[in-house]
């Protein structure tokens, strides 16, 4: 278990990447965790409480985005899609390097779940964005390509959920995909337990844990 400190509510994590971003042009936050950790909806949040005080200065940035698609998959990848293989570790980075810069506006992907398939320039970070929040599962894992972006975030958050509480949440939602009991249930121990258990255990120490 990490040593991090432990920050309990959105109010205190806002004033946390606040109070850290004093005096950067632009700030970077690594918002990492499992599957099913709630890291899309924990980023929004993040993100409209900085607006409120910062109107216009706050952009999240998905890791999903940067999904290989199924084609470049093939059949024999697809299965364990999801996995740290299975991204364009290289290609965020690059699009990282490009936003600290901090000197033009960065189209990146988004990943439209619904349809399984990333949209290219579904996002722009302006060079109004000062706060740019990351967020995916990979973002902290200690291995390559993966510890070439450690460097490129100014604060590193892990998001804490225990495994009950994840697998509880895979399930529901390959169940709204169209999956039957049994399958999504299979889906979320044979693939995305999988996936977590890599993520709590082989991602280096964060700056924060959000609980």
């Known amino acids: 278990m990490s040593s991090a400190p432990r920050v309990e509510s959105l109010t205190e994590m806002t004033r946390r990447v606040l109070d850290a971003a004093e005096g950067h042009a632009r ?3 690594a918002l990492a965790g499992p599957p099913g950790a709630g890291k899309s909806y924990c980023s929004e949040r993040l993100c409209a409480a900085i607006d409120a005080e910062l109107p216009g200065q706050a952009v999240v940035v998905p890791m999903d985005g ?15 899609k999801g996995a740290p293989h299975t ?17 033009a506006t960065v189209a990146v992907p988004i990943f439209d779940r619904p349809l399984d398939l990333a949209r290219a320039g579904g996002r722009l970070v302006t060079p109004a ?31 804490e959920v225990d495994d009950a509480t994840l697998e509880r949440r895979l399930v529901e939602r390959w169940l709204t995909m169209g999956q039957d009991e049994a399958g999504a249930r ?5 693939k995305d337990m999988l996936n977590a258990r890599l993520v709590k255990t082989l991602s280096i120490p964060p700056d924060l844990v959000w609980r």
């Open 129 to 159: 964005h000062r706060f740019v929040i990351v967020e995916g599962n990979y973002l902290l894992l200690d291995q390559g390509p993966w510890r070439a972006l450690h460097g490129l975030f100014d604060l590193r958050v892990m998001l």
């Open 186 to 190: 299979l889906k979320a121990r044979d």
């Open 27 to 29: 700030f970077l936050v």
């Open 87 to 103: 991204f364009d570790a290289e290609g965020l980075g690059v699009d990282l390097e490009r936003i600290r810069r901090h000197d």
């Open 66 to 80: 940067y999904h290989f698609d199924n084609t470049v998959l093939g059949e024999t990848q697809l299965p364990i």
